[in-house]
């Protein structure tokens, strides 16, 4: 077989979001956004007002830690860096007339940090970072006036950043709306009383809201690079037998139509046979589905898990996000998510058979418990061969793929330095290539230590994957 090679101009680096690594919720003009209400994660209920158990108040304080942590991004040898300008640092209300000067100037700043060490921005426009004011004023995305919110928004963007940002996402995972309301929409309804109607509403109102910032894109900024962002997560039939095979596939149309419809320019007549079944019905105004046809330029994703689907009562996964029966063949991480390398080639190959666009893998990783351990030279360190182990397996089969013929633009892997998660809403649940000295308990120094992982995937990104080939034995 071939040696595993990566394309010279391949994308290797990082990602993280705003909410889960800046802190600095209330400084320099900055408004509350549905995360400083969010202390617990996915599952927890929402607060009134930010409590100090909420670690995402200051996170990693990366807001003024940007420059010493782009430094260790560089030195990793970090090609592209993904990041969230938060909404509501630049609009504080959402719908404000003017933006915040003081936060422009920060992702000015982050930016210009970046083009010190040649390392390209992947801006990601919104990333669970609904304004707060959105959210309860106008119940998020449920409401059609947060499309030109959104638009103002991205104006302004792409204004101040055009020739300096090239590559933009437009919403994070966009189909976690299915499961998250909250969180990926700022719908404040809570979901055992938020209609299919409403919700299939507000995810309409996104679909366009994307499809519009993509034509703003490409017209004030030519040669920018706009992409979707899909939560991928395949799904196998638990058994061969016909009925769960179907099962897997109904289960793959609700997830795949996000990219259907922003890959493709229009509704899949799939999805609309399922919304008639469910007595759904789409408003739709004048030129909504003119506008659905600015479609993206490239497919983003994130990868973690697989799931299976089958006609018989089930237990879900305890780690799935989306759903799903446990895959009897796969191990586990700590927090019950399920491990599954040969899944990522799967995706990237459904995935570029269906749209023939240029894929981006923005992120995956493995969430773990870290020790920190005296290094022998004075500091600390993590041994994490758990980590290297998860990233070098999916590696591989991003290198099958490659060899199979799909066109993968990069890689950047999740919470490149450790952030607080989005799931479960704390710390100790670990990413990074970079320990950062903080506790669930809020205590810690916030000083940075660099982990074994660090050092491979500098080596990995040094030898642009040729070292993988050394790794390939499973």
């Not at 109904?250 to 259907?260: A, L, S, V």
């Not at 004048?286 to 009562?313: H, M, Q, R």
């Not at 490659?402 to 890689?411: C, N, W």
Request: proline content about 5%; glycine content about 8%; some cysteine.
């Amino acid at each position: 077989m071939k040696p595993i090679q990566f394309p010279e101009n391949f994308l290797w680096g990082g990602a993280t979001a705003a909410n889960q690594c800046e802190g600095a919720y209330n400084e320099d003009g900055k408004g509350l956004s549905i995360q400083d209400i969010m202390p617990h994660g996915i599952k927890g209920e929402p607060t009134a007002e930010p409590t100090p158990d909420n670690m995402k108040l200051v996170a990693i304080d990366f807001y003024h830690h940007y420059k010493a942590d782009i430094k260790l991004f560089a030195e990793m040898g970090f090609k592209v860096f993904r990041f969230s300008m938060a909404w509501s640092r630049i609009f504080p209300n959402g719908d404000d007339t003017t933006p915040n000067e003081k936060g422009l100037q920060f992702y000015d700043n982050v930016i210009a940090e970046c083009e010190k060490y040649g390392i390209e921005p992947l801006v990601t426009i919104s990333h669970y970072e609904t304004p707060l004011n959105l959210a309860k004023e106008y119940d998020g995305w449920h409401s059609r006036k947060l499309i030109d919110f959104y638009l103002n928004f991205c104006k302004v963007l792409f204004a101040r950043y055009k020739g300096r940002v090239k590559y933009w996402l437009t919403f994070n995972e966009i189909n976690s709306i299915l499961h998250s309301p909250l969180m990926s929409g700022g719908i404040m309804t809570p979901m055992d009383k938020l209609t299919q109607q409403d919700l299939y509403q507000a995810i309409h109102h996104e679909l366009v809201a994307s499809a519009k910032a993509v034509k703003l894109a490409h017209e004030m900024m030519p040669g920018a690079m706009v992409g979707c962002m899909i939560l991928a997560m395949p799904t196998y039939p638990l058994t061969p037998n016909p009925d769960d095979v179907l099962a897997a596939l109904k289960t793959e149309q609700k997830n795949y139509f996000f990219g259907d419809v922003q890959a493709r320019g229009y509704y899949p007549k799939y999805l609309n046979d399922y919304l008639d079944e469910q007595g759904v019905h789409i408003q739709m105004k004048p030129g909504d589905e003119e506008a659905l046809k600015n479609t993206v330029d490239f497919i983003s994703f994130s990868y973690y898990v697989s799931a299976c689907e089958t006609t018989k009562p089930y237990t879900p996964g305890e780690g799935n996000l989306l759903g799903g029966a446990k895959n009897p063949y796969l191990k586990e991480s700590e927090w019950g998510w399920q491990i599954d390398p040969v899944g990522l080639r799967v995706v990237l190959n459904e995935y570029y058979d269906r749209y023939q666009k240029p894929l981006f893998i923005v992120e995956n990783g493995l969430g773990a418990v870290d020790k920190l351990v005296p290094d022998g030279k004075g500091s600390y360190t993590v041994h994490d061969d758990y980590r290297i182990d998860y990233m070098r397996r999916h590696l591989i089969e991003v290198g099958n793929a490659l060899r199979d013929g799909v066109d993968i633009m990069g890689y950047t892997s999740w919470g490149c330095i450790d952030l607080v998660s989005a799931s479960t809403a704390q710390l100790k649940k670990r990413y990074g290539f970079i320990y950062v000295d903080r506790n669930d308990d809020g205590t810690g120094t916030l000083e940075r230590y660099k982990k074994d992982s660090f050092y491979w995937y500098q080596n990995v990104i040094k030898t642009n994957g040729a070292c993988l080939n050394e790794q390939v034995k499973r």
